[in-house]
């Protein structure tokens, strides 16, 4: 059985930064994407960036520029840079994770609350 655990989150001011990370644990195969998604109260689930096995990354439009998502060492670690945070950033924010065999994860997630 597969866990994801995400940490890193918190309140920080509008402009601020944060990094999320997410590592996976358990029996781990063959990752084929690993992506962060939001969840904002009221609002739908949405992704928020995504990295494939071969590096390939896609980012929202609405965090493109700000949010970086990349790989740690452990290719079963996924990070969120977020910089320029905004009010509307606020969301808890959750990890999945898809295998080759179609299998797939989540996080149970972790709160960013951007407000002064």
């Known amino acids: 059985q597969v866990q994801l655990v995400e940490s890193g989150g918190g309140l920080v001011q509008p402009g601020g930064s944060l990094r999320l990370s997410c590592a996976a644990s358990?029996?781990?195969?063959?990752?084929?994407?690993m992506a962060w998604y939001r969840q904002a109260p009221g609002k739908q689930r949405e992704m928020v960036a995504r990295i494939t096995s071969h590096g390939t990354t896609n980012v929202a439009d609405s965090v493109k520029g700000r949010f970086t998502i990349s790989r740690g060492n452990a290719k079963n670690t996924v990070y969120l840079q977020m910089n320029s945070l905004k009010p509307e950033d606020t969301a808890v924010y959750s990890c999945?994770?898809?295998?080759?065999?179609?299998?797939?994860?989540w996080g149970l997630g972790t709160q960013v609350t951007v407000s002064s």
């Open positions: 358990g029996e781990v195969f063959a990752i084929y994407v």
């Open positions: 999945r994770q898809v295998e080759y065999s179609g299998l797939e994860y």
